[in-house]
């Protein structure tokens, strides 16, 4: 594996369990016992009616993008060889927003809100994955 040179991600404290779930390639997000509200990303308490009792589920990986934008001058030099990539929010059918890089696009101006698309798992790392997306078949 090539060394890795861009931030990474703190991958300890509550999220942890989402992130050894990427290792493993399941996008997992947390459900609410107490209202059964879907919650992501990774919370002690649930936000909607503040019980604790969250539970890990497995999201399917696929979802609509609601949001996007495409960077052409990043500020980190360390991402100006991805130029231009897309940064997205995605909403997963599981009923939670995500924010993530859509990947895999001949010319990212093509990409439109609504599009569907599936999560896929980048091994930057022995110890992280991090989840991007791709159009879906």
Known sequence: MAEYTKPLPVTKGVASTFW????????????CRGCG??????????PQ????DLV?????????????TVVYRPVDPRFK???????ALID?????????NVVGLDDPENLRMGQ?????????TDEVTLPMFRVAE
């Open 56 to 68: 890990w589920e497995e999201s399917s990986g696929f979802g609509n993008v609601y949001s996007y």
């Open 37 to 46: 509200r879907s919650v992501f990303y990774p919370r002690v308490v649930c």
């Open 92 to 100: 997963l059918d599981e009923g939670i927003r995500v924010m993530g």
């Open 81 to 87: 060889p991805d130029a231009p990539y897309v940064v």
């Open 49 to 52: 009616c503040m019980s604790d």
């Open 116 to 124: 569907r698309v599936q999560v896929e798992y980048h091994h930057v």
């Open 20 to 31: 050894e779930g990427l290792r493993e390639e399941k996008f997992l997000y947390q459900r």
